[in-house]
């Protein structure tokens, strides 16, 4: 009998030690996520959308589900243009901003590839950030415009009906045959702040692309050449550009819970090289065959794009193809600490390029006349993906309204031709090319069903006549 009760004490002992010991590593893995949070965003909110640290400490980084990280200390270096978050000094991390590439979280085990020239952009690009497309004068007459109705929507957008829910509209641009027909900004925000699009990245990487089809450097279906996969036996092999564009390459990644062990968490937050991180990845299913979201399927292709590009002229690549014909002279893609860009994740960029880059879509791939994406590169990009069951995603743009941001009023009733750049906290460009309409809406919306986008559309829509 005592026997047994020594052993049943000592099988307590270790049980009770296994679960300390879990407890500590899922601690010390959530102090890791936080610091890095708190580095990174600081960061990037500082140096590249010019904002004061106070504003971002006392809004973007205690924002509902984010209060704990009100015990991470954080310093801002201006100088050498580095910012550090640490615990209690146990578990530190940094941020380190470059001109022309902003902010990368580094690592003591990793070099940072140096920082490039940064050129300020031709005069000609200058001249059409300025020139926003046929900007609307002040004073111009707004024919098939109810202006009454519109101002309450965009008034609606910025409102707080729910003080415990809080919306945190930052930006709203809608525009309509090339004009701007509305344009808000909440306070400490303006026309000249990039704010960063989360998940829209995603779909400017969808145009990164397009330009390599269009050049005759990329093709869509035949199978990438990522080293991992290239064993004898691998079916990774087979996976395509299309798979991984339209979110079907069967890789394993766990996007949905957001924990410290999601993928898509310690990918962005706790690795220096992403797109190495997400081809190691196993197959979960076929080639072709499930539909998954996943953003490491979008850094495996910037990874891809470097490689094509060539290492000389990648972190010029987008601002020379793209950016700068465009004139979206505020518009940055960051990258990790190995060099590739995080394009699923970190583009920041003023609401007015942002909507610039909805008019490339809207106009069928042209910017100007000038050509950018190939002829039915828009048609691929809003064809639905077969793995998809509803329908509702295609080549790294959404064709209906992600649920946490969709009201729960019936179904999606928008026109069949609206789709969407996505991101979270509520980061939107939609376009709606039946109604020559491009809706920028940005801000910090951490909370489900708490911003309601199909809503925002329908009232836009009856404001603004076909």
């Known amino acids: ?217 990329l093709s869509l279906d035949e199978p990438v050449p990522v080293p991992e996969w290239q064993k004898p036996g691998d079916s990774r092999k087979k996976i395509t550009l299309n798979h991984l564009l339209h979110m079907s390459s069967g890789l394993e990644f766990e996007e949905e819970r957001y924990g410290p062990w999601d993928d898509v968490t310690y990918m962005l937050l706790r690795v220096p090289d992403m797109a190495a991180f997400a081809a190691k990845k196993k197959l979960a299913a076929e080639p072709g065959t499930k539909w998954h979201y996943s953003s490491g399927n979008t850094n495996i292709i910037c990874r891809i794009i470097r490689r094509v590009v060539n290492e000389a002229h990648y972190t010029a690549f987008p601002r020379r193809e793209l950016f700068e014909p465009m004139g979206m002279l505020s518009a940055v893609i960051e990258p990790d600490a190995s060099g590739t860009f995080v394009g699923s994740s970190f583009m920041y960029a003023t609401a007015r390029d942002w909507a610039k880059f909805g008019q490339l879509y809207l106009h069928n791939g042209t910017w100007a006349g000038r050509r950018i994406l190939p002829e039915g590169w828009v048609k691929y990009t809003t064809t639905p993906a077969s793995e998809s069951a509803s329908k509702d995603y295609g080549a790294h743009f959404w064709l209906k309204i992600p649920k946490p941001f969709r009201s729960n009023k019936g179904k999606d009733t928008l026109p069949d031709d609206v789709f969407h750049a996505v991101g979270i906290e509520g980061q939107f460009l939609t376009i709606i090319p039946s109604r020559s309409l491009v809706v920028v809406r940005l801000g910090l919306t951490r909370l489900p069903h708490v911003w309601e986008h199909d809503e925002f559309i329908k009232m836009i829509l009856e404001a603004v006549k076909e």
């Open 1 to 217: 009998m005592k026997r047994h009760k020594k052993y049943f004490f000592l099988a307590s002992v270790v049980i009770l030690v296994v679960i300390l010991g879990i407890g500590l590593y899922y601690a010390w893995s959530l102090a890791q996520i936080g610091a890095a949070v708190k580095a990174k965003i600081l960061c990037s909110s500082c140096f590249v959308s010019k904002r004061s640290p106070e504003s971002i400490l006392n809004t973007d980084l205690v924002a509902d589900d984010l209060p704990l990280l009100r015990y991470f200390d954080v310093q801002v270096d201006r100088a050498s243009q580095v910012v550090s978050a640490s615990l209690w000094g146990v578990v530190s991390r940094k941020a380190v901003y470059r001109p022309g590439l902003g902010c990368t979280l580094i690592y003591e085990d990793s070099k940072v590839t140096p920082p490039v020239p940064h050129k300020k952009g031709s005069q000609q690009a200058h001249l059409m950030s300025q020139q926003w497309a046929g900007e609307m004068p002040r004073q111009a007459t707004l024919k098939h415009v109810d202006k009454g109705r519109l101002n309450s929507t965009v008034e609606w957008a910025f409102s707080e009906p729910d003080s415990q829910r809080l919306r945190r509209t930052r930006a709203v641009v809608i525009v309509q045959n090339g004009r701007i027909i509305a344009e808000r900004y909440a306070e400490g925000f303006n026309k000249e702040t990039p704010l960063l699009g989360w998940s829209m990245t995603k779909s400017v990487t969808n145009a990164l692309v397009g330009i390599l089809v269009r050049a005759g450097k």
